[in-house]
């Protein structure tokens, strides 16, 4: 069976500090990989999406940017946080159309 | 561009009652994908149920079923039999189809529904 993992879950730093969270997936190869970010009250919001090694799209202009190296590895990182970065990380895959797998989540505070 | 509408922020229904979440989205394309997704206190998000814009019959899983109205572009999901393991924030969600669009959902700002003892 299909399993994604996104660690770390938790995170507090500082404004202008760098950022990597990672996912990754097992169980399937070649899918297709996404970060979303779920602000406070929000709904979510399509970061990046990748659907091959060394693919990445970006939805929207920001600070963040996000690297496959690896078929099942997708990673988010920033060179300096905002503030304005804090929020919910969810990383996912998708099998067919729309059906998305996500993970545990990641809860960024910049502070 | 599309957008997703969820118009009740909060709602909550009896244990063993029956409860349907709103939702509404603006689209100019004919073919595309509806969902709901449910996301738990435990924050792991997991789809709920899939409704193909091209069929006319309403999707259901289980206690789950769907109004889907493509002329008034209405989707709602009703839950029958409610049950505290409900209790969860539900996103309603739209694709398009194609496939340079696998995946890439447009999400509503969610509802919160209480399942009440």
Known sequence: SQTIHQWPATLVQPVGSPLSLECTVEGTSNPNLYWYRQAAGRGLQLLFYSVGIGQISSEVPQNLSASRPQDRQFILSSKKLLLSDSGFYLCAWSRRAGELFFGEGSRLTVL | ?117
Request: charged share 15%.
């Open chain 2, 1 to 117: 561009a599309q957008t997703v509408t969820q118009s009740q922020p909060e709602m909550s229904v009896q244990e063993a009652e029956t409860v349907t979440l709103s939702c509404t989205y603006d689209t100019s394309e004919n073919n595309y994908y509806l969902f709901w997704y449910k996301q738990p206190p435990s924050r792991q998000m997991i789809l709920v149920i899939r409704q193909e814009a091209y069929k006319q019959q309403n999707a259901t899983e289980n206690r789950f079923s769907v109004n889907f109205q493509k002329a008034a572009k209405s989707f709602s999901l009703k839950i029958s039999d409610s049950q505290l393991g409900d209790t969860a924030m539900y996103f309603c969600a739209f694709m398009k189809h194609g496939s340079g669009n696998t995946g890439k959902l447009i999400f509503g700002q969610g509802t919160t529904l209480q399942v009440k003892p």
